[in-house]
C-alpha cells in the first residue's frame, strides 16, 4: 500500500466519523473526542455526562414521589383523623 493510497484511506475513515454535540457546550467535534456526550473541556471541568445525569434524574423523581407520598398520607390522615 503506497502513502498516498494510506493518506486516501485515513481521510475515507475521518470522513466516516460521526460528529456529536457536547450536551453542556455544544462543541461539535467527531464522537471519538466525546465521552458519554461531553467533550474534553467539560469532563476536565469535571461536568457530568448522559448516564450520571440520567441517575440523578431517576435519583430525584424517587425522592419526589416518596415526598408526594407521605404528604398524601399526611393529608388523609388530617382529613379522617
Keep these: ?30 464522537s471519538i473526542h466525546h465521552r458519554d456526550g461531553v467533550c474534553h473541556k467539560c469532563q476536565q471541568l469535571g461536568k457530568p455526562g448522559r448516564t450520571e445525569l440520567a441517575a440523578r434524574k431517576l435519583t430525584i423523581r424517587r425522592v419526589l414521589a416518596v ?12 382529613i379522617l383523623g
Excluded at 500500500?1 to 454535540?21: F, H
Excluded at 415526598?67 to 388530617?78: E, Q, V
Design 1 to 30: 500500500m503506497t502513502l498516498d493510497e494510506m493518506i486516501q484511506a485515513n481521510m475515507v475513515g475521518i470522513a466516516q466519523e460521526e460528529k456529536e454535540a457536547c450536551i453542556h457546550c455544544g462543541n461539535v467535534w467527531y
Design 67 to 78: 415526598g408526594a407520598l407521605f404528604l398524601a398520607i399526611l393529608f388523609f390522615y388530617a
